[in-house]
């Protein structure tokens, strides 16, 4: 006996729950990397504390952070005071804003662009490639290898990591700052005829201490939060190869969100409780 065939069942929007189920498991798996990652900082600080600390990998990890990005967090920050300048010396000039211009490129290189853009380049270069490297790792049982010798993964791969970001992104960031307010007034002297000296009398009389200690911490929590989720994403890294990609994207897209969010929390307490 033939049965009659069933009329297909109508699917209302499908590519919208499609995209729905596939944004609340990335939701999810962000939760939960954020979670591990939370718990990764806090056996981190044990081993700070206690002394289990492996300088010679610190100081590895922090040339690599340091040196290896340097030059495109440079390019990116002077360009950008290059462009802020460009676009307001003249005017401010004409308008008689002339000892504004200085502290004008200044605040917005110390306060916003100098921190948001180093930590851009770092983790365009620094945090992708430790995500790849710790979940190639992880995906061919090295770091099990590790677990196996009784060494710790968290203190001898992720520590060294997070600590170089940590401190290595302030320093950078006080470079590129110097550098992106030396850029505005390059520009300045050259499109607007403004002097060298009226440009940085204005750039001290504005800048305050409150300014360079927002600047460091920033950069400080910002590095943390890189290196913590690429070491995270990278060690818990399960599947085969196509996982790295994976990984690798992962850490990128969401240090840019959290990113995103903390500068806000902390211009926010920093600055707009004034």
């Known amino acids: 006996m033939m049965t009659k065939p069933q ?19 990335e939701w999810s798996v962000f939760l939960d990397t954020l979670g591990t990652a939370v718990y990764n900082a806090r056996e981190i600080g044990g081993f700070f504390l206690t002394g289990r600390f492996g300088f010679k990998q610190f100081v590895q990890q922090l040339a690599f952070v340091g040196i290896d990005t340097i030059g495109i967090s440079l390019i990116m920050v002077v360009f950008s005071g290059m462009v802020i300048s460009l676009q307001i010396s003249k005017e401010m000039v004409r308008q008689g804003a002339a000892d504004y211009v200085g502290a004008l490129v200044s605040l917005a290189m110390i306060r916003e662009l100098a921190p948001i853009m180093t930590s851009f380049s770092v983790i365009a270069m620094a945090g992708s490639a430790y995500a790849a490297e710790l979940s190639t790792m992880q995906i061919t ?7 196996v010798l009784h060494v710790n993964p968290i203190r001898y791969l992720v520590m060294p990591r997070v600590l170089a970001g940590i401190v ?31 440009y940085l ?17 920033k950069s400080s929590v910002f590095g943390f939060i890189v290196f913590s989720m690429a070491t995270t994403i990278g060690i818990n890294t399960t599947g085969g190869s196509r996982e790295v990609g994976v990984a690798t994207t992962r850490a990128v897209v969401w240090s840019f969100v959290l990113m995103a969010i903390f500068d806000y929390v902390l211009t926010f307490l920093i600055y707009g409780t004034k």
């Open 7 to 25: 009329p297909e069942k109508l699917r209302l929007f499908p590519f919208t729950r499609r995209a729905l189920t596939a944004m609340g498991r």
């Open 141 to 147: 049982n090295q770091v099990s290898a590790l677990r």
């Open 168 to 198: 290595a992104l302030p320093l950078m960031t006080v470079i590129t700052a110097v550098a992106g307010i030396a850029g505005g007034m390059i520009i300045a002297s050259l499109v607007a005829d403004l002097s060298y000296g009226k």
């Open 201 to 217: 009398d204005s750039v001290w009389h504005q800048i305050e201490l409150r300014d360079i200690i927002a600047m460091m911490l």
